[in-house]
């Protein structure tokens, strides 16, 4: 069965470092993960998407890295503020033709300054 | 634009208790869909809909019925609420284009406790 993981549950890092989220995925051909950002009580937004022929994407201080032999995605906030600190959501679409978006379970990023 | 309203934004019900939750979009998307997010679970889809007049179950469609008569609204209904079904809803919608794996933009969610 189709499955997505979100290894940690929380994260917490000083301001200024590198945040690296990891989603680990299975049995999803082809896989489009997409990554979105989610504020307490709020819904999520989208930040970015890759696709499976894609080994990086970058958007300002974000970049995500594609890893179809391991099938794992990494996350990354670059110089990372105190403003970061949300919970991150990576999710997939089914498959070719599927209007499913499945979601990890999710990391609560807290940026400490 | 408003982008995706949800109404309401809190209720209480009691078990048995019935109500519909309303999801509106102004972005003339082609997609609809509605996520419960519960502790612990994450976002889950309970239904969704490709078009005017079509819905499509998703992971946990038991308990809930939807329709979407217009293309810009999404309803979802709880026919006999139960304590389970307390969670917080997503409404969600994304437009077709050439690539079905767009983004979606959610809605600000419908907090709902079941007694």
């Known amino acids: 069965s189709q499955k997505i993981e979100q290894n940690s549950e929380a994260l917490n890092i000083q301001e200024g470092k590198t945040a690296t989220l990891t989603c680990n995925y299975t049995?999803?051909?082809?896989?489009?993960l997409q990554w979105y950002r989610q504020d307490p009580g709020r819904g999520p937004v989208f930040l970015l998407l890759?696709?499976?022929?894609?080994k990086e994407k970058r958007k300002e201080r974000l970049k995500v890295t594609f890893d179809t032999t391991l099938k794992q995605s990494l996350f990354h906030i670059t110089a990372s503020q105190p403003a970061d600190s949300a919970t991150y959501l990576c999710a997939l679409y089914s498959g070719a033709g599927s209007y499913q978006l499945t979601f990890g379970k999710g990391t609560k990023l807290s940026v400490i300054p | 634009n408003a982008g995706v309203t949800q109404t309401p934004k809190f209720r209480v019900l009691k078990t048995g208790q019935s109500m519909t939750l309303l999801c509106a979009q102004d972005m003339n998307h082609e997609y609809m869909y509605w996520y419960r997010q519960d502790p612990g679970m994450g976002l889950r889809l309970i239904h969704y809909s490709v078009g005017e007049g079509t819905t499509a179950k998703g992971e946990v469609p038991d308990g809930y019925n939807v329709s979407r008569l217009k293309k810009q609204n999404f309803l979802l209904g709880l026919e006999s609420a139960a304590p389970s079904q307390t969670s917080v809803y997503f409404c969600?919608?994304?437009?077709?284009?050439?690539?079905?794996?767009?983004?979606?933009?959610f809605g600000p969610g419908t907090r709902l406790t079941v007694l």
């Open positions: 049995n999803y051909s082809p896989a489009y």
């Open positions: 969600a919608s994304t437009h077709s284009g050439k690539s079905s794996y767009n983004e979606q933009f």
């Open positions: 890759i696709r499976e022929n894609e």
